[in-house]
């Protein structure tokens, strides 16, 4: 006796009447009552979703709910039926920028090669060929890989493909990407000094924060005022800026609460003035609210980098710098974890725990009075 094989439910859809326009109506079966054949509908208005294919996509999430939850084989299911998880259940919990990264591979990438496909199809040596024809960067190629690869994950997780096939993606390499360190630039005090020097304000104020904490450019361009206490003689790292959105720093630990040099906190108060009252501590002059990190970057400090031979720069140097100033100066790894806001700078440094605040400001001070050029304080100002 043959088995009936049991249907992967895609839903129905139709148009019906409506006093105004029309409606889309989604059907999925219920089952058999006495017989005949029962639906359950739901209906999407035409002015939110104008085209079937709107429907489709509002359903994904729909649609595998109903197959697993009434018991249905999942052999059929087709790949855009992941990405409708991965959408719903991954893609939210992803740092802002993570997630608009990750909806371009989608949208321009997977879910046009592989939303048709059977999950179950969607194999390492078909992507992996995929990937080669492509003419993209290794890095992108990499993304789209990873994206891949947590909606196997995904896939697995709910039993529509085996575990073996869920951490496939292992196998595909991507040629371009390689995993050897890239030399980093040595920053000396002495060039820090000349690019301080050599920098219009408040590039030069930035540029010096920015290497007397070690800051994330997306931290120091949310700083505000209010995030000075100078009483206390503290700054507050509680926020970021990336791809035009406020957010939470990126851990806990960069979450702190800093200690400020008195001849830091200076050349501070001394800028504030000519900011106009904003509540920004670098605003943009053009619109009051937040710098672009790609543009001072590109248009004022590399261009002087280069002019004075220090070469190429980038925001992301003066924390290495910062890290390789403390470590000369003999600071402790307890110390440097915290004063850097990280989880831990190695394994071996966790032992250190956590850095007083006497020992965190005695550093910082150090460091401070080596980054601040000579001359600024005593009668000549900073820019």
């Avoid at 980098?305 to 003066?318: D, F, K, Q, S, V």
Wanted: hydrophobic share 35%; proline share 3%.
């Amino acid at each position: 006796m043959k088995t009936k094989k049991t249907r992967y439910q895609q839903g129905s859809i139709r148009k019906v009447a409506r006093a105004r326009g029309f409606a889309w109506e989604v059907r999925f079966s219920t089952g058999k009552v006495g017989g005949k054949q029962t639906y359950k509908s739901s209906f999407f208005n035409s002015s939110d979703y104008p085209t079937e294919a709107s429907v489709r996509k509002a359903l994904e999430t729909t649609v595998v709910l109903t197959n697993s939850e009434t018991g249905r084989v999942k052999v059929d299911a087709p790949f855009s039926e992941i990405i409708g998880l991965y959408r719903t259940k991954h893609l939210p919990g992803l740092e802002h920028s993570t997630q608009q990264t990750n909806s371009y591979f989608l949208n321009s990438y997977i879910e046009p090669k592989f939303s048709k496909t059977k999950t179950v199809d969607v194999k390492a040596l078909a992507v992996k060929e995929w990937l080669d024809g492509l003419k993209l960067a290794g890095s992108t190629k990499a993304g789209i890989r990873s994206v891949i690869s947590v909606c196997l994950g995904i896939a697995g997780l709910y039993g529509y493909i085996t575990e073996s096939q869920a951490g496939s993606m292992s196998l595909v390499k991507i040629k371009g990407v390689s995993i050897r360190k890239k030399r980093k630039k040595k920053i000396t005090v002495e060039w820090f000094h000349r690019l301080i020097q050599a920098l219009p304000e408040p590039l030069n104020i930035m540029v010096l924060v920015d290497g007397c904490f070690g800051l994330r450019i997306s931290e120091l361009l949310a700083l505000k005022w209010e995030d000075i206490d100078t009483q206390v003689r503290e700054i507050m790292i509680q926020r970021k800026f990336t791809h035009g959105k406020l957010g939470q720093t990126k851990s806990d630990a960069s979450d702190a609460n800093l200690p400020i040099a008195d001849a830091l906190l200076k050349i501070l108060e001394d800028w504030r003035p000519k900011t106009d009252g904003s509540e920004w501590v670098f605003p943009s002059t053009r619109t009051g609210g937040v710098r672009s990190a790609s543009m001072l970057l590109q248009k004022g400090i590399q261009p002087v980098a280069r002019e004075i031979g220090l070469g190429h720069i980038t925001w992301h140097m003066l924390r290495h710098a910062c890290r390789s100033w403390l470590d000369s100066g003999k600071t402790p790894a307890g110390v440097q974890k915290d004063l850097l806001r990280v989880a831990d700078i190695s394994t071996a440094m966790n032992i250190y725990g956590h850095a007083s605040t006497d020992d965190m400001r005695k550093s910082h001070n150090k460091l401070v009075k080596k980054l601040v050029p000579p001359g600024v304080l005593k009668g000549k100002k900073l820019g």
